[in-house]
């Protein structure tokens, strides 16, 4: 592997939106070959695993416009600017699930689709959750159900092809030492 990094030529910003810009990069590779690479810049996501005293995982069934149907998630959001990423999902799971957590677990950090983003995934398993009384108001641009599955139930939708986002599978795999599984 070749130590040396690659060289920028050139960059462009083609969109900036609120969630993520999207960038045109002239590179050299250190090989000496020059092309343009496309990169969405994204602040990070932080995800949970909440996890009830019974031992059930506390899901969301959203819409996701790009993919145009339901999805199967665990709560999650977008790292604010300046945000410490366990900030972001004790707000984004109390406003996703109506749960709050009193113990939290740091499972780790992934890229998402170093293909074509920066983006990183911060997971963390959410534990003594307590109902909130009165839930949050969700997002305006969110449409969400609380499901709650057993961590089998979970591996079974998973293997037989329910529509689950890659955060969600790849988090819950992180989590298995801590589920007894």
């Known amino acids: 592997m070749n130590p040396t990094p690659h060289q920028v030529l050139h960059q462009r910003?083609?969109?900036?939106?609120?969630?993520?810009?999207?960038?045109?990069?002239?590179?050299?590779?250190?090989?000496?070959?020059?092309?343009?690479?496309?990169?969405?810049?994204?602040?990070?996501?932080?995800?949970?695993?909440?996890?009830?005293?019974?031992?059930?995982l506390v899901l969301v069934r959203q819409y996701r416009f790009a993919v145009q149907g339901w999805l199967l998630e665990f709560p999650a959001g977008t790292v604010e600017d300046h945000e410490d990423p366990a900030a972001t999902i004790r707000r984004e799971i109390e406003e996703e699930t109506g749960y709050r957590a009193h113990r939290w677990t740091t499972l780790g950090q992934f890229f998402l689709a170093p293909g074509y983003s920066d983006e990183i995934i911060y997971a963390f398993l959410a534990q003594d959750l307590e109902r909130l009384a009165t839930p949050p108001a969700q997002d305006e641009d969110e449409?969400?159900?609380?499901?709650?599955?057993?961590?089998?139930?979970f591996q079974s939708a998973i293997l037989d092809g329910e529509p689950i986002d890659a955060k969600s599978i790849a988090s819950f795999f992180l989590a298995q030492p801590h589920l007894g599984a």
């Open 13 to 56: 910003l083609l969109y900036q939106g609120r969630k993520f810009n999207y960038e045109v990069s002239s590179l050299r590779l250190p090989n000496g070959a020059e092309g343009e690479w496309e990169c969405v810049r994204h602040p990070g996501g932080a995800l949970a695993i909440p996890v009830t005293a019974d031992g059930e």
């Open 143 to 153: 449409d969400i159900e609380t499901v709650l599955m057993t961590p089998a139930q």
